[in-house]
Structures are given as structure tokens and as C-alpha cells.
């Protein structure tokens, strides 16, 4: 197995927070077309220097990709459009690493 990660931003450009069931669809697709899994972590808090140093990493989604190592490119593949369409529907707009 290889697993993958990445961060999506989990609140909207105009405040919105974006529901951790959205990404849903997504696992649904990992688990049935590649018996992967997909986990999706929500931190709330952004990371920060210090007790109260600045904010460096804003709240946001951690994506744990999982799947066989001859199949992750393949899912990585069906996996960033949804994404992508998850992030337009929630108009965030970030590049889509592979």
C-alpha cells in the first residue's frame, strides 16, 4: 500500500465551512473502484509559531490517500476532479497536486 497526502483549505474564500461529509462521494469512489481508502482529517485550528505567534497554516482538511502501489496513480487520477469539483462548488480555488 502507498499512501498519499495533501491539505484543502475547510473554509471558503467568503467564510463558509465546507462539511467533512462532502469528501463522502470521494471515499465512496476510493473504496469501491480501487479498495483504497480515503481519510479525511478536519483541524480545525491553524498551526501556529507559538502560543501566539502568527498563523501559519490556515484550518483545513487533511487527505490521507491509501491504495495499492501499483493502482495510486490511478486513483490519484479519479480522485483530483472530484476534488477539484468539490473545491469550485465551495469556490476555493487551489491547485490539485498529483
Do not use: W
Not at 475547510?10 to 463558509?16: A, E, V
Not at 470521494?26 to 479498495?35: A, H, K, L, N, P
Not at 483504497?36 to 487533511?62: A, C, K, Y
Not at 487527505?63 to 480522485?79: F, H, P, S
Amino acid at each position: 500500500m502507498t499512501t498519499r497526502t495533501r491539505q484543502i483549505p475547510s473554509i471558503t474564500s467568503d467564510g463558509t465551512n465546507i462539511p467533512a461529509d462532502a469528501f463522502d462521494p470521494i471515499g465512496q469512489m476510493v473504496v469501491d473502484d480501487f479498495d483504497g481508502n480515503l481519510l479525511v482529517l478536519r483541524h480545525e485550528g491553524g498551526l501556529r509559531f507559538g502560543d501566539d505567534g502568527p498563523e501559519i497554516v490556515p484550518p483545513h482538511f487533511h487527505l490521507e490517500l491509501q491504495a495499492d502501489d501499483g493502482l495510486i496513480d490511478d486513483v490519484i487520477n479519479a480522485v483530483n476532479p472530484m476534488i477539484e469539483e468539490l473545491l469550485t462548488k465551495s469556490r476555493i480555488k487551489i491547485p490539485v497536486a498529483s
